[in-house]
């Protein structure tokens, strides 16, 4: 025992300076952040401080030459699941309205001999680490960090590591169970969201589509009605709520004054007057007369 103590002390005598700054500051921000976890009321901001806890954690695993896990720890746990829960509460929210009875009784002090457990097990797994003799990262990753985890996992510890993924797809299950919603009202069919729409006077047609007469066809621009006014409906209403609708209908106004008028100048250029009126009419008599004849 004195020997494995000695080599103990020895290896905690030979920590660098560097390691253990790094310690001391990275570990005050992952408590921060888990406590940070437990105490935020805004479920945004604790999947934020979890999510920095973890990022923490992972540099840990690479300081210590665990780059499997440290990148996993990041790949993984980070950027995967932490970002998709950090989504779903952002998509769905977590609104005042939430029950917060407890359904199952005596739940907290189930949680509470848990963590006690928990913390009997890291207190043991620690003191285990600190008084038994140390292999070394050097032959722990003779063959390789992947190797050498994989060996433990599928070897030594490969009862607890079934144990924890049975937990894992059970508090999937469970997490699936608790979020579903039962259909209490028959789904509505397509013709019948179709009369629906009709009985409101929604607008049946396709939108029209963005431009003043097909000389700008910009979805910034706001098409023209047959009375020159422009339409709401022919630009997005997020450019509309923007303020980023550019307003040419004064100008396609007076463009469309500019084309009728000339349309009418056109058409009282071409209508024949009233002598080739009568003599049209008296050579188309005459043509009859001879047809008949």
């Not at 359904?103 to 006690?116: D, P």
């Not at 999937?172 to 069919?189: K, S, Y």
Request: overall charge neutral; hydrophobic content about 50%.
């Amino acid at each position: 025992m004195s020997a494995q103590l000695a080599a103990a002390a020895t290896l905690s005598a030979g920590t660098s300076t560097g390691e253990a700054v790094q310690f001391w500051i990275l570990g005050t921000v992952a408590v921060i952040g888990a406590l940070c976890t437990v105490f935020m009321k805004k479920a945004v901001h604790s999947a934020l401080c979890l999510a920095g806890t973890m990022i923490v954690l992972a540099v840990f695993y690479l300081a210590n030459g665990a780059y499997f896990l440290g990148i996993v720890q990041i790949v993984v746990y980070t950027g995967a699941i932490m970002m998709l829960f950090l989504f779903v509460v952002m998509l769905v929210g977590v609104t005042a309205a939430d029950s917060l009875k407890e359904t199952i009784k005596g739940q907290r002090w189930l949680a509470l001999l848990s963590g006690l457990g928990f913390g009997i097990l890291l207190i043991g797994g620690i003191g285990n680490a600190s008084v038994s003799e140390f292999t070394g990262l050097a032959q722990a990753n003779a063959n390789g960090n992947v190797e050498g985890l994989a060996s433990l996992i599928f070897t030594k510890y490969v009862f607890a590591f079934e144990i924890t993924g049975a937990l894992l797809i059970t508090a999937a299950v469970g997490a699936m169970v608790l979020t579903h919603r039962e259909r209490t009202e028959r789904a509505a069919t397509q013709r019948e969201l179709s009369e629906k729409r009709l009985r409101e006077g929604e607008y049946l047609p396709p939108l029209p589509a963005p431009g003043v007469y097909a000389r700008h066809n910009a979805v910034d621009i706001a098409g023209l009605l047959p009375d020159g006014t422009p339409s709401e409906l022919t630009v997005s209403r997020t450019l509309r709520e923007r303020g980023q609708i550019r307003d040419v209908s004064m100008e396609a106004l007076g463009d469309l004054k500019a084309l009728e008028q000339r349309a009418e100048e056109r058409l009282e250029r071409t209508a024949p007057g009233p002598a080739d009126s009568e003599g049209s009419a008296a050579g188309s008599a005459k043509r009859s007369e001879e047809a008949s004849k």
